[in-house]
Every structure is written in C-alpha cells, then in structure tokens.
C-alpha cells in the first residue's frame, strides 16, 4: 500500500485547511489514520476513520474542529482543519492499518510521507 499525503502549507490562526491523502496497492487495509508530530514532541494519533462504515474517532486536541472523511471510490480520506490554532503547527501523517479501528488504539501497517501544515499567529 502505498499513501500519497498532500494538502499542506501556510495558514493564519483561524484559518482553515483540508489534507488529502490517497491510497494505492492492491494490499486493503481497514481503516485510515492521521497522526501528526510537531517540532521535539512525539507523534500523535489525531483521527481515524473506517472504511466500510465511516467510524470515526479523534482526539481530544482537535475534535469540534477538524473532520476526517473518506471517499472510497477514490481511495482517498480527508481530514478538514477549521479554527487552526498556531499549537496545530505539526508534520501531518496519514496512515493505513489492516485491523478495523476506529479509536486511539489504531495501529498503523503503513505510512504516507508527511506534509508540513504552519499555522502563524
């Protein structure tokens, strides 16, 4: 499986972004993830969705303001940032996993390459 990240940048606080990430192989995976990791801090679980039903989980930092979606056709998810804070500033991942999660405990089997998302204040 191979993930294609991309959607990143420069946005002012307040601001909005949305992240795509598209898979490919032919190996299929469950569910979907995006994590992120900013300067010195380890990488951390944001949101997760499942393929078949669309379960989703997301972590205490961004819920209310972001929106992970998926479009199965395209094999692609979405994750829609709102109300950007400057501590969003972050290296965002996607991931895919083979197990069906849709919680923290999601454990990825593959990686996309990351995309820079800057929010200034």
């Known amino acids: 499986v191979q993930l294609q990240a991309s959607g990143g940048g420069l946005v002012q606080a307040g601001g909005s972004m949305r992240l795509s990430c598209v898979a490919s192989g032919r190996t299929s995976t469950k569910s979907m993830a995006w994590f992120r990791q900013a300067p010195g801090k380890e990488r951390q679980i944001i949101s997760t969705?499942?393929?078949?039903?669309?379960?989703?989980y997301y972590a205490d930092s961004v819920k209310d303001r972001f929106t992970i979606s998926r479009d199965e056709a395209k094999r692609t998810i979405y994750l829609q940032m709102n109300s950007l804070k400057p501590e969003d500033t972050a290296v965002y991942f996607c991931a895919a996993s083979q197990g069906w999660y849709a919680s923290s405990r999601f454990q990825p089997d593959y990686w996309g390459q990351g995309t820079q998302v800057t929010v200034s204040s």
């Open positions: 969705i499942t393929w078949s039903l669309g379960n989703t």
